[in-house]
C-alpha cells in the first residue's frame, strides 16, 4: 500500500487556478497509475484525469482542455492543474494510485489507493 496525500485546495473565484499535488509515500511511484477523481454532494465520484508510468495523460470529456494532469517522480508527486474554475468544479478532490496497468482508468474501482481528499470551492 502507498501513501497519498493531496493538498493544493481551497476557495476560489469562478475564472481563477488552482494546483493540486498527490505525494506519495512509495519511492517506487513512478511506476504507478495515478488518477484524479472529484465527488460533489449528492453526486457520485467522477473521473478527471489519469497519468501512467510513461507520463502518458488520460481525460475525461469535462476536464480535457482545462485541466492538465503531471507528474514528477523525483518528488513522488503528480499534479492536477485546475484553470479558469467554474463554481461546478466545486468538489472534494482525491487522488488515486495503482500499481500496474488499470482495465478501465476511468473506473474508480480500479484503484486500490486512495487520499483523504482535498476541498476545492469556486465561488461565482
Known amino acids: 500500500q502507498v501513501q497519498l496525500e493531496e493538498s493544493g485546495g481551497g476557495l476560489v473565484q469562478a475564472g481563477d487556478s488552482l494546483r493540486l499535488s498527490c505525494a506519495a509515500s512509495d519511492s517506487s511511484f513512478s511506476w504507478y497509475h495515478v488518477g484524479w477523481f472529484r465527488q460533489a454532494p449528492g453526486r457520485e465520484r467522477e473521473f478527471i484525469a489519469a497519468?501512467?508510468?510513461?507520463?502518458?495523460?488520460y481525460y475525461s470529456k469535462n476536464s480535457r482542455g482545462r485541466f492538465t494532469i503531471s507528474r514528477d517522480n523525483a518528488q513522488n508527486t503528480v499534479y492536477l492543474q485546475m484553470n479558469n474554475l467554474k463554481p461546478e468544479d466545486t468538489a472534494v478532490y482525491y487522488c488515486?494510485?495503482?500499481?500496474?496497468?488499470?482495465?478501465?482508468?476511468?473506473?474508480?474501482?480500479?484503484?486500490?489507493?486512495w487520499g483523504q481528499g482535498t476541498q476545492v470551492t469556486v465561488a461565482s
Open positions: 488515486a494510485a495503482l500499481r500496474g496497468s488499470p482495465g478501465d482508468f476511468e473506473d474508480s474501482d480500479e484503484y486500490d489507493n
Open positions: 497519468t501512467d508510468w510513461t507520463h502518458k495523460q
